[in-house]
């Protein structure tokens, strides 16, 4: 069997292929006595720059080179940038087993009849007290909270010593559904940890993160004090949110319709694992909405984030089918925006703003929200009670991991047992040393209608110059035989100038390639690559002094006779 050649015999590997320098497609793995554990496998949501890309996943590469020693693919929680990546990661990798906890199974199970291709390995369902020995490996978990129910940190105990890769957390003392496993941490500091991996996500917020119960108050609060329809939108899997917007509803006798597949499909998942547990009669179908009085429902959906496919973009923009706002309805964000995500969510507020809808977010004076990840104080008591003697910071971009960086050394981890990496850096670590061993392929792989990987960054660069310069095109008859235009050269502009109205300018430019092909043609050496590459030159120079701009420059040539 090949070996990871970068690390020394006793040496562990601990290495990312997504999630660091970034938050999203968190994917890490765990070398030990040969044997490869994955620890999730998640996607990126791209950027406004990666033009119609729809997911980013990690480049799997290494996975599928040494598949023969992987063991399993470990799963801390549901959430997409943890689970997203793993129709695709199967599709290209032989993954002996799954293992997952909770609502985490339903939402892979979801995920992989979707998938109707892929023949899937066995899910291995484990509880918080199970523990699982490979060849001189024990891993074990313990419970954290987060903002989606059944979040497990997971231990590996190794020779070396024990490791703990946190998964995201955040310290909540009054959750929502079960407390987290305070004991266990407490006992691995006591045992002396050698390597703790943990979220870096807010390691820039000194204030403390709100309790999930906190919130759950201050939504029964909202939902008795508006006399009208409510629209609540929040994120799908935060199963304890949707539990708590049902309760209020249930509270103000409102019946509870859900709009969006995903909410729909969340639902169903949380009736199956019991964190949601609506009362008899109080969600009701879309269709039965008309039987009631408008302060009499409470309207449950997707869009928080303003996309624009989901129903409450529709709903703001007016083209949902079923759902048209009135004036009296209060539309209430149960969510803070994605780093970045703030134009599309302005829109969609704006838009509700003309529609003459009250419009509450989250803010100082409601709490609708709070983050599913620990903040300085929560990240400095998961140091303080791990006590690692090496650390590597995880799932944050690079800011926040060098701030939790900062943490550490406050904390009394040594500056120099402190690893700050990015996506394919490989740590070698015993008893005794940490070290940066090399690195592994690792980059960003696009997924869009085309298909996996189909797209590089020469397609993205192209669309980014279609989307701000246009493209401009030539086409050009040409009788091979005698080597003449057949006719004049045909111009077309595509989001570069409009045609009617700039004949003149069009005019100019067809003539510049007429001259170009004329005096081409005769050439001894003729050919068409060296035309068109001629073509493009001449023109891009031409373009850009009259116009300052640069557009795409295709020319077309008609072979005829």
Not at 2 to 28: C, D, H, Q, R
Not at 213 to 220: D, E
Not at 283 to 298: G, I, N, V
Not at 481 to 502: A, C, D, H, W
Request: proline share 5%.
């Amino acid at each position: 069997m090949p070996k990871n050649t970068l690390l020394k015999t006793e040496e562990i590997g601990v290495f990312a292929l997504g999630g660091l320098g970034e938050v999203g497609k968190n994917t890490y793995v765990y070398e030990i006595n040969n044997q490869i554990f994955i620890v999730d496998a998640g996607i990126l949501f791209p950027d406004d720059d990666l033009l119609g890309i729809d997911y980013v996943i990690p480049d799997y590469t290494y996975l599928k080179e040494n598949e023969e020693r992987i063991v399993g693919l470990f799963i801390t929680h549901g959430h997409e940038d943890h689970i997203g990546g793993i129709p695709y990661l199967l599709r290209q990798v032989k993954i002996p087993r799954i293992y997952a906890s909770g609502i985490a199974v339903d939402l892979i199970e979801y995920k992989l009849g979707e998938h109707k291709d892929i023949k899937p390995p066995k899910i291995e369902e484990y509880k918080s007290y199970y523990s699982y020995k490979f060849d001189g490996v024990e891993i074990s978990f313990v419970r954290l909270n987060h903002s989606i129910p059944d979040m497990f940190g997971i231990v590996f105990r190794t020779n070396e010593g024990p490791l703990f890769h946190t998964g995201d957390f955040k310290i909540d003392y009054t959750p929502v559904g079960p407390h987290a496993e305070y004991d266990k941490l407490a006992n691995l500091g006591q045992e002396g940890t050698l390597l703790l991996v943990s979220d870096s996500t807010n390691a820039e917020q000194e204030g403390l993160i709100q309790s999930e119960s906190k919130v759950g108050k201050s939504i029964n609060e909202l939902f008795t004090r508006i006399p009208g329809r409510i629209i609540i939108a929040t994120f799908a899997s935060n199963l304890y949110r949707i539990q708590q917007i049902i309760e209020a509803s249930e509270l103000t006798g409102r019946k509870v319709a859900v709009f969006g597949r995903s909410m729909e499909r969340a639902i169903e998942a949380g009736q199956q694992s019991g964190y949601i547990k609506p009362r008899k009669g109080t969600l009701t179908a879309p269709e039965e909405l008309h039987k009631y009085k408008l302060e009499e429902t409470c309207i449950l959906v997707t869009g928080s984030q303003g996309e624009p496919l989901a129903a409450l973009s529709r709903i703001a923009n007016g083209s949902h089918r079923q759902i048209k706002t009135v004036k009296g309805d209060t539309v209430i964000f149960s969510s803070s925006p994605i780093p970045g995500n703030q134009d599309p969510i302005n829109k969609t507020i704006n838009l509700l703003f003309r529609k003459d809808v009250n419009v509450i977010t989250h803010g100082p004076i409601t709490d609708t929200h709070t983050s599913g990840h620990g903040s300085v104080p929560d990240l400095k008591l998961m140091l303080t009670l791990i006590k690692p003697k090496y650390f590597i910071p995880m799932h944050g971009e690079h800011r926040m991991l060098k701030h939790h960086r900062k943490l550490a050394i406050e904390c009394g981890v040594e500056p120099s047992n402190i690893l700050i990496m990015d996506n394919g850096d490989v740590a070698g670590i015993t008893k005794e040393s940490i070290r940066l061993a090399g690195k592994v392929q690792a980059g960003d792989i696009y997924i869009d209608g085309t298909g996996i990987g189909t797209i590089g960054s020469n397609v993205l660069r192209e669309r980014k110059i279609l989307s701000e310069e246009g493209l401009f095109s030539i086409v050009l008859s040409i009788n091979q035989q005698t080597k003449t235009l057949v006719s004049e050269p045909t111009v077309i502009s595509r989001g570069f100038i409009y045609m009617k109205g700039n004949e003149e300018l069009t005019s100019t430019l067809a003539m510049q390639v007429k001259k170009i092909v004329l005096k081409e043609l005769p050439k001894k050496g003729y050919n068409e690559l060296n035309m068109k590459q001629e073509i493009i030159s001449q023109l891009s120079d031409k373009i850009y002094d009259i116009t300052l701009r640069k557009p795409m420059i295709i020319p077309i040539i008609m072979n005829l006779g």
